[in-house]
């Protein structure tokens, strides 16, 4: 995220049909004195998801050791290779697994701030204004989590190393054999990481969950801040994609990725959070447009994306849900 030099200033604008009135600074943001505590604690997580991302593009897995393991069950050579290059693959789907736990915490915090400060102000845009480093900080974080989506699911073998892992686990504690990777992964561990890596977008999954549980949890907290909040984010994302004015900045294909990963995630949330969803006629989403934006790009580029929409929204199947919106989804 921080090799994103040229981001684009994201504008917001009070209406939509006004057009634009103010810049989120994407690029240069800095954390005001109201802000930096959040922030601190926000950073200090994203510092390590560049890495996280750099472990999982170079995640190669065991495949072939697994399969001379199976296909020569008695040639005990072939199962200690296999055994000893799972095991510190699996360390690092912990170490993933543990950066989820991390950014929903976080998340919590940045939720907070961004929606109570509407509270203060006469719109969302007006409080993402005066929120900018957290609002930047908010985008990294789904930009980061679809990201991480798109690289899981095209990797088949993280699942498949982490079930044979599990399976040699149960059949060597029957036979009474010492596991010292129990010390880093003990069962209660494992049983986590098993529900995580089951989900086609685990990442994704892990923010709708600790953005509906954070809307629960704040009762007092009308539920159109956060909405209010994830729409216009969505909405500004979409304006800047689909407006030549704006998208002909982008200094590279990077920030164009960035901003679409943005928009869907906001999607995503809205439609965990709000109670009818984002693809009802209704919702203050334009989600039609939206859809457009990114059939608009090559399909190499979006598909990952149209995924996550197709696969970890809550309403997409609604029969509210209109015709033209399933067929742009299909």
Excluded at 58 to 82: C, L, M, T, V, W
Excluded at 305 to 330: C, F, G, V
Aim: hydrophobic share 40%; glycine share 2%.
């Amino acid at each position: 995220l921080s090799q994103m030099g040229n981001l684009l200033k994201l504008l917001t604008c009070t209406e939509l049909e006004q057009g634009p009135n103010f810049f989120l600074d994407f690029e240069n943001a800095q954390p005001t004195e109201e802000e930096r505590e959040v922030w601190n604690q926000v950073d200090l997580v994203l510092q390590d998801s560049e890495s996280i991302l750099m472990g999982l593009r170079e995640y190669k897995g065991a495949s072939q050791e697994i399969r001379d393991a199976i296909q020569n069950p008695n040639d005990f050579k072939h199962q200690e290779r296999a055994w000893n290059s799972v095991c510190p693959l699996v360390i690092k789907l912990k170490n993933f697994y543990t950066f989820s736990i991390r950014l929903e915490e976080v998340l919590q915090g940045l939720l907070s701030e961004l929606t109570y400060s509407l509270n203060t102000a006469p719109l969302a845009s007006t409080a993402l204004e005066r929120k900018q480093a957290l609002a930047k900080q908010f985008a990294e974080i789904l930009h980061f989590t679809l990201l991480f989506d798109e690289l899981k699911i095209r990797n088949p073998a993280i699942q498949n190393d982490f079930s044979y892992y599990r399976r040699t686990i149960s059949r060597n504690r029957i036979n009474n054999m010492n596991l010292e990777i129990e010390n880093e992964v003990n069962n209660e561990m494992a049983n986590r990481m098993s529900l995580f890596y089951a989900e086609p977008m685990p990442m994704m999954k892990t923010l709708s969950k600790a953005t509906t549980n954070f809307v629960m949890e704040n009762k007092s907290l009308p539920l159109e801040k956060t909405t209010d909040c994830l729409s216009t984010m969505a909405n500004v994302c979409r304006i800047m994609l689909e407006t030549p004015e704006y998208s002909s900045r982008f200094s590279s294909e990077d920030t164009l990725l960035f901003c679409m990963r943005v928009m869907v995630g906001v999607i995503i949330l809205y439609d965990h959070v709000h109670p009818n969803g984002v693809f009802i006629k209704s919702s203050t989403i334009d989600i039609k447009s939206s859809l457009k934006v990114l059939k608009d790009q090559p399909a190499d580029k979006v598909e990952g994306l149209l995924n996550a929409l197709r696969y970890t929204t809550k309403h997409l199947n609604d029969e509210s849900t209109p015709k033209n919106i399933l067929m742009l989804l299909q």
